[in-house]
């Protein structure tokens, strides 16, 4: 039902900061979405999710105080700002959507994902 666009990653050094973007199509969305990462050999984890209102947000111990998620509405795209980065950062980040507004932090209530990005971060 949704399709995810992101876009943002690269390559950073331990300390520095990457900004990832998400654009949802159709702009109608208005469902939650998230953020989840995997590294190679290890399972996809929560990151980060914001309300479809964008008021709520939820982050994952490893990351809260360094990553902030925002969502922009009127152009239906959502971000993550990610700051002090440190090598166990690196992963493949993956953009998530669901229907319900509610944020969630388990893989299976998004029903939609983008393609992931690489972020790799060097230490």
């Known amino acids: 039902q949704v399709q995810l666009v992101e876009s943002g990653g690269g390559l950073a050094q331990a300390g520095g900061s990457l900004r990832l973007s998400c654009a949802a199509s159709?702009?109608?969305?208005?469902?939650?979405m998230g953020w989840f990462r995997q590294a190679p050999g290890k399972e996809r984890e929560f990151v980060a999710s914001i309300s479809g209102s964008g008021a709520r947000t939820y982050y994952a111990d490893f990351v809260r105080g360094r990553f902030t998620i925002s969502r922009d509405n009127a152009k239906n795209t959502v971000s993550l700002q990610m700051n002090s980065l440190k090598a166990e950062d690196t992963a493949v980040y993956y953009c998530?959507?669901?229907?319900?507004?509610?944020?969630?932090?388990?893989?299976?209530?998004?029903?939609?994902w983008g393609q992931g990005t690489q972020v790799t971060v060097s230490s």
């Open positions: 998530a959507g669901r229907v319900l507004a509610i944020p969630s932090q388990r893989p299976p209530d998004f029903g939609s």
């Open positions: 159709p702009r109608t969305f208005s469902g939650a």
